[in-house]
């Protein structure tokens, strides 16, 4: 029971770090450098050694950690769990300055598909990243900074019953009119202004003409800078409740941002304690590896999304750098590998049972969900299944199935994605949740523990269990 409790505890720590993709990538280079990982650039030269813990970050939103079992030799399989760090939200846009009815408001833009309407009368919060410009002996230089606003500051309130009797009839959402955030009153936001500001205008002017003087200011006093060292930035919107342990017997964690960082924290903490001790690479023969990337969300198509050669370029780096003929042993490590593509599952919702498929109907405390789709929305096979299943079996580990009704869409994962542009073996899984793509999320705090627990044990045995499989022989 301690240990499930030090991993949702911990978990639950991580969702309250990360309220962006950038922050989750910051808080999983603080875990990595504490359990021994060193960091290495794509920019520059690997020197890479058999027995050593790396990672690297791209864009600081996409993340990779490797460890290199002693017994590696080129060639050998990559062992790799992928998720993503990046989830529905509404995104400051590049002109955010807003003024109607007497309130200054925060132009936003919609990423990904989320539940809209759950983020009405939510105590809003701004973070992400800032590029800033500092001047030094007539010289400038440029940097990201990350920044996250902790107290709420907007809001985006809804319409009374009284002004829409149909409300409860379907409310839709204009995402264009309906979703922008109140920051503050015109007449107060003029009372508060420094008097600086009603002086002549300063080198800021562009900025001020783009964005409220209220939000840069707010900005630059989180990051210790002034307003117009503010070069540019990728904010967006966050909910200020924080992520809880919760129900009636503390059964559950409800947050924002569950699908996908559950998926993230579980198979980083995983990769991390199967590589902690100093014996763990021993007998390892391949290479652990956790990739989180960005854009999941929207596509993946973008230079740290999966849909980007960032996974190749991994693998062929991680395999030049033990020997000579990489083309060719690339190839063959390709096919030696194995790619668990983690992202969360729909559970059995009691309000709507009707939505699941009658004999594929995930439930919370079961466990993972291996992901099953004849058209390839998921890229599990009889194969991959298996892989997983015989791993849950082995340690007492609860799994369960899904599959989506015939008459209904089915969503994808970067499983897909990278099972199709790598050439590598994959099974899609994920554990259960309800509410997914809403600003608040929930799933059983026990199938936190039994993702955890199920990722490590996959890093520790797959090689000597993929040594069994006879398929293409």
Known sequence: MAK?????????????????AFHAVDESKRLLRDAGYEQVSEREEWNLEAGNKYFFTRNHSTIVAFAIGKKYVAGNGFHIVGAHTDSPCLKLKPVTKVSKGGCLQVGVQTYGGGLWHTWFDRDLTIAGRVMIRKEKDGSASYSHR????????????????????????????????????????????????PAAENGPEDVSIVNKSKHHSLLLQMLANQIGCEPDEICDFELQACDTQPGVVAGALKEFVYSGRLDNLCMSFC??????????????????????????????????NSAQGAGSPAMFDALSRITSCFGSDSKQLIQK?????????????????????????????????GGLVIKHNANQRYATNAVTSFVFREIAQKHNLPIQDFVVRNDMPCGSTIGP??????????????APQLS???????????DVKHSYEHFKVYFQEFSYLDAKIAVDM
Request: charged share 20%.
């Open 4 to 20: 499930e409790t030090s991993v949702v505890s911990d978990f639950v720590a991580f969702l309250n770090a990360s309220p962006t």
């Open 146 to 193: 990350l920044v996250r606003l902790e107290e709420p500051i907007m809001r985006i309130p809804t319409l009374a019953i009284h002004l829409d009797r149909s409300a409860n009839d379907g409310f839709k959402v204009n995402t264009q009119t309906h979703l922008l955030p109140v920051l503050a009153t015109s007449i107060m936001a003029e009372m508060n202004k």
């Open 267 to 300: 198979s980083l903490k995983a990769l991390i304690d199967a590589t902690f001790s100093e014996s763990s690479l021993d007998d390892e023969t391949g290479v652990r590896m956790v990739a989180l990337f960005d854009h999941e969300e929207v596509g993946s």
């Open 333 to 365: 490590a390709i096919q030696r590998s194995f790619l668990v593509s983690a992202d969360m599952a729909h559970a059995l919702h009691p309000n709507y049972m009707d939505k699941h498929e009658e004999n594929h109907q995930p439930k919370m405390h």
């Open 417 to 430: 994605i990278l099972a199709s542009g790598v050439g590598i073996r994959t099974v899609d899984v994920g």
């Open 436 to 446: 997914m793509h809403s600003i608040r999320e929930m799933c059983a705090a026990d």
